[in-house]
Every structure is written in C-alpha cells, then in structure tokens.
C-alpha cells in the first residue's frame, strides 16, 4: 500500500510539474532547441529514428535487451518523462508496470487507434487477455509508425513534409520486408512449419505467416510458467517431432534447456537454438551497434534463424 501510494504522489507531481507529457508544448524546448522525445522500447527509438532522424532528440526509457513486460520505471525515468515534449508507448498493455505512469501523463499509444478486430487475443487460465505484440503484424505495424509520424507532425509543422516523405519510403520497405519473409518462410515444408518459443509472442506472426507456434509460457514473461505448462509443450514437441526450439533475447535460456531435458526424458533429442547471434528477438531489438538493431534488420534475422533451423 505504501509504495502504491509513493507511486501515485510521484505520478500527480510529475503531472502537475510537467503539465500534459504528450501535449506539453507546441514543438522543442528552447534549452535542446529540439523536440525531446521519449520513448518506451527499441522499436520505437528505431521509429522515431526513420521519421525525424536528428531533427529530434529521442530518449529510450527501458534499455534494448530489457524485458518490458516486467520492466519497472526508475527515478531517472520519471526525470525523462517530466522533461519530454512527446512521450511513446506500444499500448495493449505491453509496458505492463507502468502502464498507469503512462496514462496519467497522457503518453502517446501507437496502438491507440488499431481495428479490435486485428487486436490478437489469448485464454489464459480461464481470462481473455490481450495480446502486445503486434509488431509481427507488419501491417499493424505500418498503422503504428503512422501514428508515431502523426505525433511527430503535430510537434513539428516545420518538419511535416520530411517526415511524411520518410514515412512513406519506410512504408515501401516494410512492404519488401513482408514480401521477404514470405519467400523465405514458404521454403519451409508444411509439416515442419512449427515454432516453439518460450513466450507467447509470436501470434501475430503466426496470423500472418501461416506458422503454428506454440510456448510453455503465455503472451507476458510476468505470467507463471508452471511444470504442467512445460510438460504439455513437451509432449506436443515429441508428439510433432519438431527438431528445433529456439530461445529469446529477452528471456532466461535455461528455459528451452529444462524443455530440451523434458523432450529427452521422454526419448525424443531436440535441439535449442540459442547462443550470440542465434536467438529470437521477441521484446525488444538489440543494442544499437549490433546485429538486429532495426525493426527490419530484427525481422530478417528471426525469419532467417527460422528457416535455417526448420526447413
């Protein structure tokens, strides 16, 4: 109760303060003299990055390999947050601990304005819950980086034609992107088209690609991951004959091990795709200077990790 509390002083003051994060001021502060934008995730730093380059100064809040879903705001971040003229967030409940800091301050969702129909949504232990992902939809997540450049816009009258111009040359890219996976993903026979990850983050990518995925844990890290949950992923796994599993950047790979020695106890040797430069990115891009540190460096290298591994 008394940390709730401390959470909820700390939320009114950094409203009172700095007024409303997502329509604090009409363009960039005069100390930077450029919009200082504060984001969320590794998706949307490369975001902002693609519609306004340098134009902006863009501040990460949880760092690339980190787990949102579990990650918690610190002090420092509530400084970021007080000083931004633009706060963006995922939405759907993917920054699921601070969740309520973002909407006390009016951050901007990218989702905000996505059809519920193409919203993908799970049963887990007996409720519907949402599922955040939506970036393995690249039309949905077309629709975000239109949302992202609207924001951008609205701050920015002067810039409005650039970042239209380089909003629509990203559109043509994410397109040849799709274009891409689908090439390479159909390489692999129907009966080996089988993805086992540790979380439930790959549905939207299943929809769209016509992958069956399966995971011992559900569509948040935070979810209990229980024995019964591994032994019945196992058992699919033997049952299928699905020679490779693969680990996530964001998660604990001991997690497909402990699954690899289930699989074996019951006599049936798979192999974890896991190690530098040979897991899935599912939360979050890699630190920026590596492999995988753009939206569309990440999904060549997970759909070229998949088909290696399956076909």
Known sequence: MFRKLLMIIAVTMMTACAGNAGNMTSGPTEKSKKLNVVVTTSFLEDMVNVLAGDKVDTQLIIPA?????????????????????????????FEGKMIELLEAINAVSVSQNFDESKVGRMEEDGE???????WFDIDLYKQATKEAAKALQEKLPDLKDEIEENLQAYLKKLDELDTYNREQLNMIPADRRILITPHDAFNYFSRRYDITVKAPQ??????????SDMAETA????????????AETTTDPARMEKLKESCKAKGFDVTVVAGEGKELFSD???????????????YRHNVDLIVSNLK
Do not use: R
């Open 284 to 298: 979050s891009l890699a630190p920026k200077g590596q492999a995988g540190d753009t939206y569309i460096d990440m």
């Open 235 to 246: 058992a699919y796994i033997v049952e299928h004959q699905i020679k490779a599993i693969f």
């Open 218 to 227: 559900g569509v948040s890290t935070d979810a209990e991951l229980s024995n």
């Open 128 to 134: 519907t819950v949402i599922d955040p992902h939506f």
């Open 65 to 93: 390999g980190e787990d949102p879903h579990t990650y918690e705001a610190k002090p420092e971040d509530n400084t970021k947050l007080q000083n931004a003229d633009l706060v963006l967030y995922h939405g759907l409940h």
